[in-house]
């Protein structure tokens, strides 16, 4: 084999391996309708491409560096601006606040302590949404906080230096933008762990914990590589989720078991969550009187702390520090809100039919007597007041004067269903949500 014909042999060898490593599909697909489509193979002679290539040419250019003073120049003259966004917390000083928005700005930070607007709207308001606009040089340029007025319409203060570099404060109200957000993730220790790496609001993981409370015990049931994909709602603020809105649909994938839900609601009836199969996910009841809390004492005979001894413990207790919000676990009427001997402060709800429950040693009670309630709806705050040893919530429910272990009761109180009307809409529905939801799940872990 001549020179020529190895060299041409070297290119082809490869152009061909080029093919194959980017194009495997094309370059299988080819070779298996050749040998599909033919019996055999011939093998073609060669010609020298020498006579058909162009003669070579030599090509000498000077090349000459450019000034290096020039560019350093130029990068001198360039000029940009630095964003940074971080959440405002209830110790936060206007330093503090600085150090981590990356500004460095005595001015500014003068201004900032002595403004009325700013301390009294801001500065020890934990929760808000700060952006910080500073110069290349770490000055601060523009700074702007956000929060919720109501629930249509946020505020936004704005402190902005002018061309003499002086500082202004205004305060604008603009509306919130409902939106549509997904997300997935994996457990690798707990859930909520999970959400904060998957950058999902905390109460996307409450809302999650509470949809699914009968089939997944969030405490000691998850197990590392369980898989979750959420839609869920926000609502904006300059394009940044300012409130986390409703759970549309989500699947969880725990120990292998998948179970899934979707928020539907038939015209003139209360939304509900159903798992894909239209199976109502929702009871009557809520199971807990309050948010991912822990039972630290069931309905069975106990040692009672106080009385030093054995008696029958009628409700559930929960622990939780003081503060937390509790909740009414279904519609009701308030029938009594105060103080009750042993159970300090203390609200009753009566939810008809015979149904009551007690909510008992509250550190503060956010209901009156007479007062109509809904579901999830506050009703006052845990603490440790009668005879109780800490801060916690005794709950107890009751049918009919008789005391019911309130977790049992839950688990067999009502569903809600579907009509035969609503059917072809929600499986609708639920076409629509499973494309959604594997978008979430695809996304994550090609992320990954």
């Not at 725990?254 to 928020?263: I, R, S, T």
């Not at 956010?366 to 809904?374: D, F, Q, Y």
């Amino acid at each position: 084999m001549t020179p020529a014909m190895k060299a041409a042999a070297g290119r082809f060898v490869s152009r061909a391996a080029h093919m194959l490593e980017h194009h495997p599909k094309q370059v299988t697909l080819a070779v298996a309708a050749l040998l599909l489509g033919a019996g055999s193979i011939a093998v073609a002679s060669i010609e020298d491409p020498a006579d058909s290539l162009p003669p070579a040419r030599q090509v000498v250019e000077d090349v000459v560096p450019a000034s290096l003073t020039a560019q350093s120049e130029a990068l001198g003259a360039f000029s940009y601006n630095l964003y940074r966004s971080d959440t405002m917390r209830g110790s936060d000083t206007v330093e503090s606040l600085f150090s981590r928005l990356g500004v460095t700005d005595a001015a500014a930070a003068a201004y900032l302590r002595t403004d009325p607007t700013f301390r009294t709207r801001v500065l020890g308001r934990g929760g808000q949404m700060v952006t910080a606009e500073a110069s290349d040089k770490h000055a601060l340029v523009k700074l702007t906080a956000r929060w919720a007025s109501d629930d249509a319409n946020f505020q936004r203060l704005v402190v902005e230096r002018n061309a003499q570099g002086q500082f202004t404060t205004r305060v604008e109200t603009a509306p919130l933008v409902p939106n549509v957000r997904l997300g997935s993730g994996t457990i690798y220790s707990n859930l909520f762990a999970a959400v904060d790496e998957s950058r999902i609001p905390d109460g996307v993981a409450i809302q999650m914990a509470e949809i699914f409370s009968g089939a997944i015990d969030f405490h000691r049931g998850l197990r590392k590589g369980d898989r979750f994909s959420v839609v869920y709602e926000t609502l904006d603020a300059d394009g940044e989720p300012l409130r986390t809105g409703k759970v549309l649909s989500t699947e969880f994938t725990n120990a292998g078991k998948q179970v899934n839900a979707v928020w539907f609601q038939e015209p003139g009836k209360k939304g509900a969550y159903f798992d894909f199969a239209g199976k109502s996910l929702e009871r009557m009841f809520l199971a807990s009187p309050m948010e991912f809390s822990r039972v630290t004492s069931g309905f069975a005979m106990r040692f009672h702390p106080i009385l030093n001894q054995w008696r029958a413990h009628k409700g559930v207790d929960y622990g939780a520090p003081t503060g937390t919000a509790v909740r009414a676990v279904g519609d009701g009427v308030v029938e009594f809100a105060g103080w009750q001997n042993g159970y300090g402060n203390v609200v009753i709800v009566d939810h008809g039919k015979g149904a009551v429950t007690l909510y008992g040693h509250l550190s503060r009670v956010n209901v009156k007597r007479g007062e109509k309630v809904a579901r999830s709806q506050n009703i006052g705050n845990v603490g440790a007041t009668g005879w109780a040893t800490g801060p916690h919530l005794h709950f107890e429910f009751r049918e009919n004067g008789i005391h019911k272990d309130p977790l049992t009761v839950v688990r067999n109180s009502p569903t809600v269903e579907l009509t035969a009307q609503a059917r072809p809409k929600f499986e609708e529905s639920v076409r629509n949500v499973r494309l959604v939801l594997d978008a979430a799940s695809t996304s994550h872990l090609a992320s990954r």
